[in-house]
């Protein structure tokens, strides 16, 4: 599974780069909303994450973005609870889940695992569908 990380901190960066690792999945890193429009075009990653804290509310901008064009992108959002209006409104753009900082580890990996299951489910059903 290919995941873009949009996001400017370097203590995330560290450790979603050895989940990600540990778990079999490639990671590509976007530090602005421009460059995670860009590499999402570019790359078409599998799942997208948001840092909701990045400077003038540029991953409300990436999930606003993102969600325009492919309902079917898995988009999870991260943020501190003091930005809980964020969390809200990235879920109102769309974003597929969120999850509270500071990330637990497993907790990440639990989610992203849950919306490639409800992806690949929603894919079957769809196939199956289409036979009838």
Known sequence: MNILLCTTEELMLTTFEFRFRKNGWKMMVAESAKLAIEKTQKFLPDMVIVDLDLPNFEGLDVVQFLRKGNDELPILTYG?????????????LGADDFIIAPIKPDELTIRIRRQAIKRKNASKFIAEGSEA
Do not use: F
């Open 80 to 92: 501190t609870v003091e930005n809980e209006k964020l969390i809200l409104e990235s879920q109102r």
